[in-house]
C-alpha cells in the first residue's frame, strides 16, 4: 500500500496557532504528517501582558518563552520566517525562508494596529501590539518625562490615551502604579503628571455592569486619571490628539499620545481570501474557510460567529477564544486525517478579567462578577493557566504570575 504523510503547515505562533501545534504533535504520530510550524520571530510572546511592558512594570523578556520549549522537534519541524504569501489554490505559502508546500493549511498569523486611516495617528502614536512597540511606548513615556527636567514644559508629562477598551483601560492601570516610581527617580512632582483618556463611546467596557465599570473608573480617577468620554479622536499630530467634542475640533496636547482603540487581523489576510474584513474571515463552524476544507482561520484573523442568520455577531477576539480554536482546529485534523467528519467548534466562555494594575480588577468568572483583589488574583491565574496549557507545567511554573 502507499503511503503519503499529508503536510500541515501552521502559521502564525500566538495563543491560537502555538496551541494548535502543542494539541497536534500529541494526537498525530510521525508516520501520519509532517508538520511545520512557521512564525516570524524564534519565540513566543504573552500579547495579553504587553501592556505590563508599556507601561514599564514588566521587562518584554518576562512575557516571551522560545517556541522550541513547545515544539517537539521529533513531530514538528519549526521554520522562523515571516509569510510573504499564501496561496490557496496552488497549496503554496511563500516566506522569507522559502516556499512551503501544505495539504492542510492553519492561518493564525494574529492581530496588528488598525487606525482606521485617522490622520497622522500611524505617525505620532504609539501602539501596544507587540514587543517592540510595547518597549517604544515606554521608552517614549520616560524619554519626555526625562526632558522636562530641562524643559519644564507640562506637555512632556502629559499623556494621551486613545480607547477605552480592554487594551487602554489595563494599560491605565499599570501606569497609575509605575509612573509614581518613574517621577520619584527623576525627581517630578507625580501631582504635575496629567494622564488622559479619549474614548468616542458615550460609556467603556460595555461587557461589564454598570457596578463594575464604574469600579475601574474610580479606581483609575482616584489615581488621576482624566475620561473623556463620547469623544472622537480624529486625528494625531505632533502636539498630540484632535478630538471632536460638540461637533467641534479640539487639539489636545501631549508628548506622549498612545493608540489603543484598534486592532485588525493581519493584513496578508486580505491579499489572500476574499470576504476579508479588517483582517477577519468568516469561518465554518468547523473553522475551515467557504470553500476550501483544507484551510483553517483562527485566533485573530477569523471571525467565528456566535449564533446563525442576521443575529449572528462575531466573538470577541481573545486569547481564550485563541486557544480553545487550536485546540479544537488540531482535534478537526485529526478526524480529517482519519477520513472522519469534522466537529463544530463550540465555545466554552469562562469568563473575562480586566486588571487594573498589579493588585485590582474587574471581571465576570463563571457567570459571577468579581472586583479587587479577588480580580486581580484571577487575572493571575488566567494568565498563568495560559502558558501552563501551551507550554506545560514545567514552562508554567518559570513563566506563570506567581513566582
Ligand atoms: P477594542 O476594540 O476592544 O477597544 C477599543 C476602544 O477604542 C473602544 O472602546 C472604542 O470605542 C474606542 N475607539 C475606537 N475608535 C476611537 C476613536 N477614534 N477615538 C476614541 N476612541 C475610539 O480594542 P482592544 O482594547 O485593543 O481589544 C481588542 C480585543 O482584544 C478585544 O476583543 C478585547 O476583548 C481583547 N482583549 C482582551 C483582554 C482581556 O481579556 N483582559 C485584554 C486586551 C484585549
Known sequence: MSYERKKILVLGAGYAGLSTVAKLQKVIGV????????????????????????????NWEEGVYPIAKVVDNMKVRFIPAEVTKIDRDAKVVE??????????????????????????????????????????????????????????????LSILVGGAGFTGVEFLGELVETLPELCKVHGIDYSMVKITCVEAMPSM????????????????????????????????????????????????????????????????????FEGVKRGRIVVKDDLTIDGYPNIFAIGDVAAVMNGTGENARPYPTTAQIAMQLGEHTAKNIKLSLNGEKMEPFVYDDKGTVCSLGNGDGIGVVMGKEIKGKSAAFMKKVIDTRAVVKIGGLVLGATKGKFL
Open 205 to 272: 467596557l460595555p461587557m461589564f455592569s454598570d457596578e463594575l465599570t464604574q469600579h475601574a473608573v474610580d479606581f483609575l480617577e482616584s489615581r488621576g486619571v482624566e475620561f473623556m468620554l463620547g469623544n472622537p479622536i480624529v486625528a494625531a499630530n505632533e502636539n498630540g490628539f484632535v478630538v471632536k467634542i460638540n461637533d467641534e475640533e479640539q487639539q489636545l496636547e501631549a508628548s506622549s499620545v498612545i493608540w489603543t482603540a484598534g486592532v485588525r487581523g493581519s493584513r496578508l489576510m486580505e491579499e489572500s
Open 31 to 58: 508516520q501520519e504528517a509532517d508538520i511545520t510550524l512557521i512564525n516570524k520571530n524564534e519565540y513566543h510572546y504573552e500579547s495579553t501582558w504587553l501592556h505590563e511592558t508599556a507601561a514599564g512594570s514588566m
Open 95 to 156: 516566506t522569507t525562508q522559502g516556499e512551503f508546500e501544505f495539504d492542510t493549511l492553519v492561518v493564525s498569523l494574529g492581530f496588528e494596529s488598525e487606525s482606521f486611516g485617522i490622520k497622522g495617528m500611524d505617525e505620532f502614536a504609539t501602539s501596544i501590539v507587540s514587543p517592540e512597540t510595547a518597549v517604544h511606548t515606554r521608552e517614549v513615556i520616560e524619554k519626555n518625562f526625562i526632558n522636562y527636567k530641562s524643559s519644564k514644559d507640562p506637555k512632556d
